[in-house]
């Protein structure tokens, strides 16, 4: 699978896509494959504080429970409530299922995220 260029990714294995000062996250497609099935997803409030490189919720799927990590510093401003009933959209299209958006605290934070390209070669590395 091709990961989007306008996206910048972890290596915890998470994308974000950045709006204005509005970062919408998510789990790339090597995530939600090496998880299997998801069958859960624990997010924080709106409201809520998250930091870079720190915990903000889990994946739970049929082989094991994933902790999240936030790519950027910044506040909770939505969270994807079909996941509660849907968590198998992250399977069925992770690139397009978004788990929450963050107001960035920073947004020069996304900038040193890694590219697409620096991603790709980073899970090449791990497999």
């Known amino acids: 699978m091709s990961y989007p260029a306008n996206y910048r990714y972890t290596r915890e294995h998470e994308w974000i896509q950045l709006d204005g000062t509005i970062g919408t996250i998510g789990i790339t497609d090597y995530a939600q494959n090496s998880l299997?099935?998801?069958v859960y997803v624990d997010v924080p409030?709106?409201?809520d504080k998250v930091?870079?490189?720190?915990?903000f919720g889990s994946v739970e799927s049929v082989k094991a429970v994933s902790d999240l990590y936030s790519p950027v510093t910044g506040t909770v401003?939505?969270?994807?409530d079909a996941l509660k009933t849907s968590p198998d959209?992250?399977?069925?299209a992770p690139h397009d299922t978004w788990i929450i958006k963050v107001e960035l605290a920073d947004p020069a934070q996304f900038e040193k995220l890694l590219d697409a390209a620096a991603y790709e070669s980073?899970?090449?590395e791990e497999q």
Do not use: H
Not at 51 to 55: G, I, M
Not at 89 to 92: A, F, P, S, T, W
């Open 45 to 47: 409030k709106v409201g």
């Open 77 to 80: 401003t939505a969270t994807n």
């Open 89 to 92: 959209k992250i399977n069925e």
């Open 36 to 38: 299997g099935d998801i």
């Open 122 to 124: 980073f899970i090449a």
């Open 51 to 55: 930091t870079a490189n720190s915990t």
